[in-house]
Nanobody, 123 residues
């Protein structure tokens, strides 16, 4: 079993920055990812990172968000800059036990999820 905890959400003005932190504990893990969800909409991938450091970003996150991780600490971060009101959502950290790269972009391959952290961007 893996316990996943996110932190770092909050209220920020448009154009501001936030860094989210995800800590996974319990066992060795593979891919880590950040997803977000707005009420009434489907959860969507923000960014993913493999244990080898391969990163992927959704179009809206490209150039504004950066995902990184520390394997020794089972910790991942999502640095978000130039935030926009449409970035308002609950952000979830997801952890996969899989390590093959083709698994990294499918939410069904993520085995453990955090409780989410709210990010609100005011205009």
């Amino acid at each position: 079993q893996v316990h996943v905890v996110e932190s770092g959400g909050g209220l920020v003005e448009a154009g501001g920055s936030l860094t989210l932190t995800c800590v996974a504990s319990g066992r060795s893990i593979g891919h880590m990812a950040w997803y977000r969800q707005v009420p009434g909409k489907q959860r969507e991938l923000v960014a993913a990172i493999t244990s080898g450091g391969l990163t992927d970003y959704s179009n809206f996150a490209e150039d504004r968000f950066t995902i990184s991780r520390d394997n020794a600490r089972n910790t991942a971060w999502l640095q978000m800059t130039n935030l926009k009101p449409e970035d308002t959502a609950v952000y979830y950290c997801a952890v996969s036990l899989r390590r093959y790269t083709s698994a990294r972009l499918n939410s069904r391959n993520y085995d453990f999820w955090g409780q989410g952290t709210q990010v609100t961007v005011s205009s």
